[in-house]
Nanobody, 120 residues
Framework: QVHLVESGGGSVQAGESLRLSCVAS????????MAWHRQAPGKQRELVATITSGGITTYADSMEGRFVISRDNAKNTVWLQMDSLKAEDTAVYYC??????????????WGQGTQVTVSS
């Protein structure tokens, strides 16, 4: 079994910053791609950013330049640094990871989510 646990969410004012963390633990052979998604009230879940095990990153257009995704492979941890937060960034943020449990099998796992609330 593999678990992803997010932390770092909270309530901030517009223009402030937050740093989200997500740690993968359990029966892990290797963690491949990791990503952050978010879901605002009444909206579909959307991709925020992705990072490969080699450190290649991609961002949704509206987040690039304000958000930075990074990871530590040795700690199976991914972070999302969010700067210049806006009210529209308010959402539950979820991390997910493509985890190999052995050489042959890879599964996608999701965390439980962490709430980010930005007040204008």
């Amino acid at each position: 079994q593999v678990h992803l646990v997010e932390s770092g969410g909270g309530s901030v004012q517009a223009g402030e910053s937050l740093r989200l963390s997500c740690v993968a633990s359990g029966f892990i052979y290797k963690v491949n791609n990791m990503a952050w998604h978010r879901q605002a009230p009444g909206k579909q879940r959307e991709l925020v950013a992705t990072i490969t095990s080699g450190g290649i990153t991609t961002y949704a257009d509206s987040m690039e330049g304000r958000f930075v995704i990074s990871r530590d492979n040795a700690k199976n941890t991914v972070w999302l640094q969010m700067d210049s937060l806006k009210a529209e960034d308010t959402a539950v943020y979820y991390c997910n990871a493509d985890v190999q449990v052995n050489r042959n099998y890879e599964y996608k796992y999701w965390g439980q989510g962490t709430q980010v609330t930005v007040s204008s």
